[in-house]
């Protein structure tokens, strides 16, 4: 069993950075691929990043490629979300989601993960 729990989100104007970070629980973690999906008002949940289980692969949706970057620290048991030139349409509710069982390939479909963490909410102003 995992538990996550995001954090980072709040209120930001166009043109600025946030950091969320998603930390979890129990001995799994280090093997299983991350993701970060979100959802905004009336709009199906979005994929927005994937990373491996050793950090070695990531892949992005086009709307945020060369804008956000995932990573993770599997001594901590956290997985990162750095958001940068942030615009309005990336206002929304953030998610992170862990893929099981161990050492399963980077997905970018949210029926392929298992655990998901309760959401941060992003608010880019213009």
């Known amino acids: 069993q995992v538990q996550l729990v995001e954090s980072g989100g709040g209120l930001v104007q166009a043109g600025g950075s946030l950091r969320l970070s998603c930390v979890a629980s129990?001995?799994?973690?280090?093997?299983?691929?991350m993701g970060w999906f979100r959802q905004a008002p009336g709009k199906e949940r979005e994929f927005v990043a994937t990373i491996s289980w050793s950090g070695g692969r990531t892949y992005y949706a086009d709307s945020v490629k060369g804008r956000f970057t995932i990573s993770r620290d599997n001594a901590k048991k956290t997985v990162y979300l750095q958001m940068s030139s942030l615009k309005p349409e990336d206002t929304a509710v953030y998610y992170c989601?862990?893929?099981?069982?161990?050492?399963?390939?980077?997905?970018?479909?949210?029926?392929?993960?298992?655990?998901w963490g309760q959401g941060t909410q992003v608010t880019v102003s213009s």
């Open positions: 129990g001995r799994t973690f280090s093997t299983y691929a």
């Open positions: 989601a862990a893929r099981g069982p161990a050492y399963s390939s980077i997905s970018y479909y949210y029926y392929d993960y298992n655990y």
